[in-house]
């Protein structure tokens, strides 16, 4: 039973095309986040959605758009992939606004080749 | 400059060792003080949170936060080789948004 959980798990494209990561928290959670950690580790938050509204949508590339179905789902769709756009991407949420505590996904791990 | 920073070790202790952890802010309007584990190859996953100053205990994990000083801990008691993981720090200012550090890795040898 994954409270979240995220596809795929691993994503290996070639620079210039598209691609989507699908996230899914079954927790009941009204808030949902993407998060991008890069080679050092270092995790910085993306967007966050709070009942399918954008809440928090950080200094990220318009190549990267994320969409809300309902409040259960959070997807992240990345248009022409860049190098530099290689990293984990994880998604996580929390059960209301200003609730410190989040679950996080497995990860996503994005080589772009 | 960032918002946190942690020294990402690595650090290597022997088993049943006291292990300490930390890392300081700049922001001096973080209330929430979070610490998460995070195994190889899978999530973070939340160890314990402090809201404000003070210490929290949770098993063998006591948590600390000093604000006058910009500085928070965690120390581990009694370490044992499945604590091997990467500990990250996190602050928030409202519990919306969260700042990490770089994380430690820590290797506990049996």
């Known amino acids: 039973d994954t409270a979240v959980s995220q596809t795929p798990k691993y994503l290996v494209t070639q620079m210039g095309n598209d691609k989507s990561i699908k996230c899914e928290q079954n927790?009941?959670?009204?808030?949902m986040y993407w998060y991008k950690q890069d080679s050092k580790k270092f995790l910085k938050i993306m967007f966050s959605?709070?009942?399918?509204?954008?809440?928090i949508n950080e200094t990220v590339p318009n190549r990267f758009s994320p969409k809300s179905p309902d409040k259960a789902h959070l997807n992240l769709h990345i248009n022409s992939l860049e190098l530099g756009d290689s990293a984990v991407y994880f998604c996580?949420?929390?059960?209301?606004?200003?609730?410190?505590?989040?679950?996080f996904g497995q990860g996503t791990r994005l080589t772009v080749v | 400059q960032k918002e946190v920073e942690q020294d990402p070790g690595p650090l290597s202790v022997p088993e049943g060792a006291i292990v300490s952890l930390n890392c300081t802010y700049s922001?001096?309007?973080?209330?929430?003080f979070m610490w998460y584990r995070q195994y190889s190859r899978k999530g973070p996953e939340l160890l314990m949170y402090?809201?404000?100053?003070g210490n929290k205990e949770d098993g063998r994990f006591t948590a600390q936060v000093d604000k006058s000083s910009k500085y928070i801990s965690l120390f581990i008691r009694d370490s044992q080789p499945s604590d091997s993981a990467t500990y990250l720090c996190?602050?928030?200012?409202?519990?919306?948004?969260?700042?990490f550090g770089t994380g430690t890795s820590l290797t506990v040898i049996p």
């Open positions: 922001n001096s309007a973080f209330q929430y």
């Open positions: 959605y709070n009942n399918k509204e954008l809440i």
């Open positions: 996190a602050m928030s200012l409202t519990g919306n948004q969260f700042y």
């Open positions: 996580a949420s929390s059960q209301e606004q200003g609730t410190p505590e989040a679950f």
């Open positions: 402090t809201y404000s100053s």
């Open positions: 927790l009941g959670h009204d808030t």
